[in-house]
Every structure is written in C-alpha cells, then in structure tokens.
C-alpha cells in the first residue's frame, strides 16, 4: 500500500471512492437558472464538506475559476480561489482528502510547492492537488496570459518535474529547462505526505492524457454512459502502459437522488432541460477543444447519455461530460456498481443545491454501498469527531 494511505483517504481502502466537486463555485457543475441552484455561500460549503468528510467520503474537490460562463446564470462567475479555499476546508475537516487546483501557466512551481506543503501541514497529510495545464484562454485574459496550445502539456510536464523536485527537500539547485531557467530552488517545509501529495489531472485529450499518465496519481475523466467505458479505459491504460504505470481513474457524475424514480427523472429534467441556461451552455461549446493544440484534437467525444431531448443532446443544463445518476438510492447504488466493475475507482458527485440533498445521499446510498463491498462503514466514532 502508498504510505501516503496513512493519512490521505484517496490512498485507502475503499474500493468505489466519492468525492464532492465544484462546490466552490456559483452554479456547482448546473448551467441551470433554476433559481433552487446552488450559489456557493461560504457557510454553506463547509457545512456540507464537513457533513461530507463526516461520512467518510474520500476527497473535496473545488475548481479553478477566473471568469464566469456568461449566459443569464454565469456560472462560475463567483468562485473561491482553490488554495486558500482548501487550506480552510482542511482546518474545518478531520479526514478528507482536499484538492487545490493550480492552472501551470499562472503559478509557479515553486510557489505551489510552498502552498501545497502549507496544505499538507495544516491537515496532517490529507492534501491533493489537481494540476490544470489551461483550456480556456478567455479565463487567462485578466491574467495577461496566453495559453500556448502547441506546448501546454509539455510545459506543465516540466512544471510538475520542478514542483515534486522541490518536495523532494535537500538543498538549492538550480534549472536549466525548455520551458523555466530558475535558480535557486529550495522549499521548507517540505510536504507531509512523501515524496509528495496526491496529484490528479483531468486530462483528456491525447497530450493530456499523457501528461497524467507521467505526473499524476489519479486521472479523473467524462463518461456519460456505461458502454463508454471499456474503449475509455483502453485508450487511457494505453497512456499509462507507456509510461509503465497504472493510475486510478475516476468519473465526474451529477446526483439526482429522490425516493421514486419518477421525482428524479422529473427534478432532472426541470432544472436541466427546462431552465437550463442556453447560453451559458453555448458558451461551454464555444471553447471547449479551442487550444487543443495540432495533432491533438479529441476523436471523439463522449456520445450523449440517455437523458437527451428530442435533439439527441443532453439535457443543455447538465455539464458537459457528466455522468447522470438520476433515481432512487437503490438505483444510484447500482449504477456505481456497475461503475466499479467496469473498472472506475470512483466518481465526483455534484447536486443542484448540495448542501440540501447531500444528506439523503450520504444516508440512503453509503449504506447501500457498503452492502455491496464497495465501502466500508466509518466508525462512530470518526462521525462523532468530525461532526464536532
Ligand atoms: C474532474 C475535472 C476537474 C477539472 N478541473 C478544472 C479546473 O479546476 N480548472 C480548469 O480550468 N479546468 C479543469 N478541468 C479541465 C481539464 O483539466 C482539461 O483541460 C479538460 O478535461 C480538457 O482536456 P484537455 O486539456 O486535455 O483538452 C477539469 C476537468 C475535469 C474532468
């Protein structure tokens, strides 16, 4: 087992691991105008990332944001900066693994190793960073920066080499590189987890998944349906095999969760079909693949899920690339099942408001799971000492 398991949980265990995404962020993961969605209020996220980590779940991850999606709902037009958002996150919870997420041409390599060793500390060893090499150039403007889509990937390679060289501790080097000439380098302290925390990439191009592949502890991937899958996880297992490692790789999913089947369905559709923010979704469209980069486009991607209208799309308020888990607590189990024998390690969850629905699915589906041998319970007496 990693000895990063005695401290962080996304090293555990557990064989379907959970984690909350996007929850720092105006509009969660909805490009939704219901006016029931979420609207990121401080108070409210670490209510519900502590109910979270008091229930045992593996991991919260926030998302980095400069620029909202435009459209009537804008979403993401308010977001929490994700370093100092998980330092807090990670001073109010007891076990959960917190993700920061760093956009590799804003930060430097030095700057996120002292950030992320602060992190390590103040949580004791439960930190986890997602490194995001940049997809959306509108979003770098009020930086004054320009994505390079030729070398993004390779760049945020070097980056990552810098950054867990730093982490390694020891004395000054210097770097002589393509992409940084640096001198100088040193950090102390040095991360709690060793050799380093957790790192995540959500790369999905080719280049991107590459990168993970070398630099990543977790890849975190959109599917949509169960029969995307296998071809899924063929290509990314290829990635890995040429660099001759093997990395747990996760799905981002949306949980609509009602005791019928047929008040899910009905809540999903109102909110992501009926007031789903037009624009904000065409805005998505726009950019999405825009800095690919030549000789890295994505064949193809993932074919729509069976939540379509009319026009074989999603539903336009759902975020592209989310996996639907709309249904009863019974329903939602087995489609993690399903997920899990498929060969996922484990899925985000998202709710149109989380902090109301998450604990009917902390209640109803975590049992379910643990019946199933996909988790274990968590002990009374880590619950009492998170919730305190
Ligand atoms: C779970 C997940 C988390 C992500 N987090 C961020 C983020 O915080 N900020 C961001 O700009 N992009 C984020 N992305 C975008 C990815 O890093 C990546 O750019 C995207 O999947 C497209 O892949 P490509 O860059 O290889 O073309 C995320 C994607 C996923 C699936």
Not at 2 to 9: F, K, S, V
Not at 69 to 84: D, F, H, P, R, V
Not at 291 to 318: C, D, H, I, L, M
């Amino acid at each position: 087992m990693d000895p990063r398991a005695a401290t962080n949980p996304m090293f555990g265990p557990n064989r379907f691991k959970l984690g909350v995404f996007s929850a720092n962020c105006d509009g969660g993961l909805t490009i939704s105008l219901a006016p029931e969605r979420w609207r990121a209020e401080w108070d409210d996220i670490v209510a519900m990332c502590r109910l979270a980590d008091a229930a045992g779940l593996e991991f919260i991850l926030p998302v980095a944001k400069w620029r909202g999606y435009q459209g009537q709902a804008n979403i993401y037009g308010k977001s929490y900066e994700t370093l100092t958002h998980s330092a807090a996150i990670g001073a109010l919870t007891e076990r959960i693994c917190v993700f920061a997420t760093v956009h590799v041409p804003l930060v430097t390599p030095a700057f996120a190793a002292k950030a992320m060793a602060t992190i390590d500390h103040v949580t004791h060893g439960r930190a986890g960073l997602n490194i995001v090499c940049g997809w959306n150039q509108p979003e770098f403007e009020l930086h004054g920066v320009t994505i390079d889509p030729e070398t993004r990937y390779e760049h945020g390679v070097e980056w990552w080499r810098i950054w867990a060289k730093l982490l390694e501790g020891g004395s000054e080097f210097d770097w002589e590189g393509e992409f940084f000439q640096l001198k100088n380098l040193q950090t102390d302290p040095i991360s709690i987890q060793r050799p380093r925390p957790l790192v995540m990439s959500a790369g999905f191009s080719p280049k991107g998944r590459d990168f993970a592949a070398q630099a990543a502890d977790a890849l975190f991937t959109t599917v949509t349906e169960h029969g995307q899958v296998a071809n899924l996880l063929a290509d990314v297992h290829g990635h890995m095999a040429r660099h001759g490692r093997s990395l747990p790789i996760y799905a981002m999913s949306h949980i609509v969760c009602r005791p019928s089947r047929r008040e899910a369905e009905e809540f999903f559709h109102y909110f992501a079909e009926e007031m789903a923010d037009v624009e904000g979704r065409a805005y998505h469209r726009g950019h999405r693949g825009a800095v690919a980069g030549s000789g890295n486009r994505v064949a193809a991607r993932p074919a729509e899920n069976r939540f379509t209208r009319a026009t074989g799309r999603s539903y336009e308020g759902t975020y592209p690339g989310t996996f639907p888990l709309v249904g009863t607590p019974d329903d939602i189990a087995a489609e993690m099942a399903a997920m899990s024998e498929a060969g996922l390690a484990g899925t985000s969850v998202a709710f149109l408001d989380y902090l109301k629905e998450i604990p009917y699915f902390l209640q109803e589906v975590l049992p379910r799971l643990e019946r199933l041998g996909l988790r274990a319970p968590v002990s009374a007496e880590a619950q009492n000492r998170a919730s305190s």
